[in-house]
């Protein structure tokens, strides 16, 4: 308890207020019967009568961020799972080329035909091992996703063009990952290039406390050209190594939660959510809370287009069967009966009602005082 009056205390304790009173006296408080007593006070009395204080835990079942922070897991329930990983750096430093270079190496000629169907995230296979990548632009799922919360990256990262150095945006990005405090492994791009000047990006970035292993430092550098293929097999590599020291996972066998990756309306669909399943398994059919949204999981499609049934820990998927368009950054939670999923989905989109019609009288009292 965070505080209560003499009388509630006594009450709790089935003793009369007024040797509630008498003993706060001994101990030098002098205290009405109606007095707020705070926590130590409390603790104090209750230890005098030798009884335990219970801290009462109040779940608000409608704050998604409960479910992700509520259960204990037994060890045993736990695997290792896959690494989601961004990548971040300055203007035409070479990320898109990056991701489109690992996806087409990475995922077979077979597979590639869903490959024309873009969702904001992707997973690729090496030897067995899984790596997600976040395929969103890299500042946005620092800044918005972080700015909810939703902590969804385990690994940027940053890619610097050899030819051009440490820029603006190269910098931001390091203090993005470094804020959200996740390894950074630094890309050197465009090697390819005469002009590529690999000493000078490692110089630039010792300045931004990312030294390089072959100097004493504890970053692991990779040069690359995404444009020609080279080096991205070293990359995925280290991603895995630094994948593995993490010793990342889930447990596959509870109820998934997750983070909204990107959404949109579509005219035939309906509400398209792009996920991330953070941990559990997501599966078709599932009662589903989604940001101020809420449904069922009616279809989900890979993210090489395909229909699949099932999603389990990091696995990026496109669902549709939930009756609004989430935001990017939204969590997701699949509930045990679908009466629970529109109960808490209902009270949270009225929550969100109310909070935007009183933002709404706020911009009009303001926009009266600017024409006074
Ligand atoms: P933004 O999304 O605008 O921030 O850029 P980006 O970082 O995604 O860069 P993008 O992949 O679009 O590449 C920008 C330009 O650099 C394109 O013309 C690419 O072809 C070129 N480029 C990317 N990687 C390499 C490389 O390894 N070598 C060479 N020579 N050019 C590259
Ligand atoms: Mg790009």
Not at 61 to 71: I, N, P, S, V, W
Not at 110 to 133: L, M, P, R, S, W
Not at 175 to 180: L, T
Not at 296 to 303: F, G, L, P
């Amino acid at each position: 308890y965070e505080s209560l009056s003499v009388a509630e205390l006594a009450k709790k304790l089935h003793r009369e207020p007024s040797e509630i009173i008498k003993k706060l006296f001994m101990l030098g408080v002098m205290a009405t019967i109606n007095q707020e007593l705070d926590k130590d006070a409390i603790e104090l009395i209750c230890a005098d009568y030798g009884v335990e204080v219970e801290e009462e835990v109040r779940i608000d079942k409608t704050d998604l961020d409960t479910y992700f922070e509520q259960e204990e897991i037994a060890e045993g329930d736990l695997e290792v799972r896959p690494p989601a990983v961004t990548i971040m750096g300055h203007v035409d430093h070479g990320k898109t080329t990056l991701l489109d270079s690992i996806r087409h190496t990475k995922v077979t000629a077979g597979e590639a035909g869903g490959i024309t169907q873009h969702i904001g995230a992707y997973q690729v296979n090496i030897d067995g091992k899984k790596i997600t990548f976040l395929d969103t632009p890299g500042h946005a799922a620092f800044t918005t996703m972080r700015a909810r919360g939703a902590s969804i990256t385990d690994l940027a990262i940053i890619v610097v063009a050899a030819d051009d150095g440490v820029m603006p945006q190269t910098v931001e990005a390091i203090n993005h990952a470094k804020a959200a405090e996740v390894p950074i492994i630094v890309a050197v791009n465009k090697m390819d290039k005469p002009t590529a000047n690999p000493d000078r990006v490692m110089q630039e970035l010792t300045e931004h406390g990312l030294v390089p292993e072959d100097w004493g430092g504890d970053t692991i550098f990779v040069p690359i050209s995404a444009l020609k293929g080279e080096g991205i097999d070293t990359l995925l590599e280290m991603i895995l190594l630094v994948a593995e020291v993490q010793e990342l996972k889930a447990n596959p066998n509870r109820p998934a939660i997750g983070t909204v990756i990107e959404a949109q309306l579509d005219k035939g669909r309906g509400s398209v959510a792009t996920l991330l399943v953070q941990d559990g398994t997501l599966r078709v059919g599932d009662p589903i809370v989604v940001g101020h949204a809420y449904g069922r999981v009616r279809a989900m499609v890979n993210d090489l287009g395909r229909r699949v049934k099932e999603a389990g820990p990091a696995t990026p998927v496109e669902i549709t069967g939930i009756n609004e368009v989430p935001q990017a950054g939204d969590r997701f939670v699949v509930f045990e009966d679908e009466k629970t999923a529109r109960q808490v989905g209902e009270s949270r989109s009225m929550t969100a009602i109310q909070a935007s019609r009183s933002e709404k009288q706020r911009v009009t009292l303001d926009n009266l005082f600017e024409q006074m």
